[in-house]
Nanobody, 122 residues
Framework: VQLVESGGGSVQAGGSLRLSCAAS????????IGWFRQAPGKAREGVAA????????YYADSVKGRFTISRGNADNTLYLQMNSLKPDDSAMYYC?????????????????WGQGTQVTVS
């Protein structure tokens, strides 16, 4: 299983980025797929998650109304649209798969992880 994130970069506050997650060796159908982030010196935190089959979405309070998690046309693609970015959003962003249809905001319950894509907001 391999997850590859892309779309990170440097942006000014108020700007937007769209992160992508592409999977190989696994399809997202039936599972919970999440986006997490980790800034230097801070714990990894859940940003958003989606029950891929049903489309139910979950967001951290800090990103509600600004970030949108969505499925791609293929069942191995996921996106995170990030608008109105703030410096506090700066972090490494990770895509992760939980081999269950139930979403928990606990990183340790996700079995597969990508290498991350860096987002820097200045």
């Amino acid at each position: 299983v391999q997850l590859v994130e892309s779309g990170g970069g440097s942006v000014q506050a108020g700007g937007s980025l769209r992160l992508s997650c592409a999977a190989s060796g696994v399809t997202f159908s039936g599972y919970c797929i999440g986006w997490f982030r980790q800034a230097p010196g801070k714990a990894r935190e859940g940003v958003a998650a989606i029950k891929f089959a049903g489309g139910n979405t979950y967001y951290a309070d800090s990103v509600k109304g600004r970030f949108t998690i969505s499925r791609g046309n293929a069942d191995n693609t996921l996106y995170l649209q990030m608008n109105s970015l703030k410096p506090d959003d700066s972090a490494m962003y990770y895509c992760a798969v939980r081999l269950s249809s139930v979403c928990y905001n606990r990183a340790e319950t996700f079995e597969y992880w990508g290498q991350g894509t860096q987002v820097t907001v200045s």
